[in-house]
């Protein structure tokens, strides 16, 4: 091999290993490959997507409503829910509305079709999210085990924003507002 060819060798391997680097740097402190599995955020999720997760952004920010979230639980499992309320917030849940601060959410992600069955029709007194925590609920509440179960979670639990739907391919799509 010429001199000028190993030159050309030398130049890639080097821009291989720097874009390798990068890509790893990225994916172990900035975002990561999440699949969904089961319905809990349908419409807006059907399940077996494949999701980017942002995890830097609530280094930087708070959570907003609305956020769709990933977060560990006590089971040692990953959720994947919306934020309905932040720390202070008074909610509560009265005839399949959620009702934050007083005033009745318009959640236009809602399917009302997931209205279903006695669990959307449960009422949750009125709560406190404590300090620290989040009030996280699914966009399928008939079919959804959230807030309303297992409490507000720690926002030290959540792993990161859903910003992208990768998969399938036909429905990527931008989650964040």
């Known amino acids: 091999m010429g ?7 030398n130049e890639w391997l080097k821009a291989v290993l720097v874009a390798a680097s990068l890509m790893l740097v990225m994916r172990v402190f900035l975002f990561a490959p999440y699949e969904v599995h089961g319905e809990s955020m349908f419409p807006t999720l059907k399940g077996e997507e494949l999701l980017l997760v942002n995890m830097w952004i609530y280094d930087i920010s ?4 609305g956020d769709i979230i990933v977060f560990h639980t ?4 990953d959720f994947i829910k919306r934020v309905i309320g932040k720390p202070g917030d ?3 849940v009265e005839g399949g509305k959620v009702i934050r601060n007083g005033k009745a959410l318009i959640e236009p992600y809602i399917n009302k079709q997931t209205f279903a069955g ?3 029709r449960k009422t949750l007194p009125e709560m406190v999210v404590p300090k620290g925590h989040l009030f996280v609920m699914g966009d399928n509440r008939s079919n959804s085990r959230d807030s309303r179960d297992i409490g507000a979670i720690r926002i030290s639990e959540v792993v990161g924003r859903a910003d992208l739907k990768l998969t399938p391919l036909k429905e990527f799509k931008i989650l964040v507002r």
């Open 3 to 9: 001199k000028k060819a190993k030159s050309v060798v």
């Open 62 to 65: 708070e959570p907003r409503y």
């Open 74 to 77: 006590k089971e040692n499992r």
């Open 90 to 92: 008074r909610i509560a």
């Open 118 to 120: 006695d669990r959307i």
